[in-house]
C-alpha cells in the first residue's frame, strides 16, 4: 500500500524507481526510439524514424574505425577522433541494409577545404573505396534541402557484385559536421528512410 504521505514528485526522483521505469520502456517494443530532439551545437534537429525501424548500436566502434583508416589514406583530410553518434536504427538489426544513422563532429574540414571542395575529396574518398574493393558504382553529388538547411548529398549507386544504395548527407551547424548516412536495397525501404530525413526539422 502506498504512503499517502509520499509525493509523487519524491516517487519520480527516486533512483530505483527511475531505473525500473527505464528497464521495463526499453522491453516494449517500438518505444525506444520516435521523434527526438538531437542537439547539435546550439541547434536542436528533430528526427522521427520509419514506423518499425529498430534502434542499432552494435557496430559503431568497428565502423568508426573502419574510417579511421580508409581517412588516413587521404591527402590532407582529417579523421575526427572526437565524432559524437547521435543515433543508428535498422529495418532488421542483423542487416547491413535499410538502415539510418547518424553523427557529428567539430567541422575543421569544413574550415580548412570549404563545402564545395571538402564534398569533391569526399566523392574521391568513395570513388577509391569501392574501386580499391573492386565494387562497381556510380557516385554523384548536388545541393539539397532539409528544413531549413542547406546539406551536400553524394549519392553512391552500388551495382556490382551487391545492388544498394547508400546516400551520404552533410552540413554545417554551430562549428559542427553533421552527418546523415543511409543505406538502402530496395524501393519500398528508400521511400521510408529519404522521407524520414526530408521531413526532419531543425529548430
Not at 45 to 68: C, Q, R
Not at 106 to 116: C, T
Not at 121 to 133: A, C, M, P, S, W
Request: hydrophobic share 35%.
Amino acid at each position: 500500500m502506498l504512503n499517502k504521505n509520499v509525493c509523487f514528485e519524491c516517487l519520480l526522483n527516486h533512483p530505483l524507481l527511475m531505473k525500473n521505469l527505464k528497464i521495463l520502456f526499453l522491453l516494449i517494443p517500438g518505444f525506444f526510439f520516435c521523434q527526438k530532439y538531437y542537439e547539435v551545437g546550439n541547434t536542436y534537429w528533430i528526427y522521427k524514424s520509419p514506423d518499425h525501424y529498430m534502434l542499432k548500436t552494435d557496430n559503431f566502434l568497428e565502423a568508426a574505425e573502419v574510417g579511421k583508416k580508409v581517412l588516413e589514406k587521404q591527402d590532407n583530410i582529417r579523421f575526427n577522433s572526437d565524432e559524437k553518434i547521435l543515433f543508428s536504427v535498422a529495418r532488421n538489426v542483423e542487416s547491413p541494409y535499410n538502415i539510418i544513422f547518424s553523427s557529428f563532429f567539430p567541422n575543421r574540414n569544413l574550415q580548412k577545404f570549404g563545402n564545395e571542395i571538402y564534398s569533391d575529396k569526399l566523392v574521391q574518398v568513395f570513388e577509391k573505396t569501392f574501386r580499391d574493393l573492386g565494387v562497381e558504382a556510380t557516385i554523384t553529388k548536388e545541393k539539397v534541402g532539409i528544413d531549413s538547411r542547406e546539406f551536400y548529398l553524394i549519392k553512391c549507386d552500388i551495382t556490382s557484385p551487391l545492388k544498394y544504395k547508400n546516400y551520404f548527407f552533410f552540413t554545417e551547424i554551430d562549428d559542427q559536421e553533421l552527418q546523415i548516412t543511409t543505406i538502402f536495397d530496395n524501393p519500398q525501404d528508400e521511400d521510408l528512410i529519404l522521407r524520414s530525413v526530408y521531413e526532419s526539422k531543425f529548430k
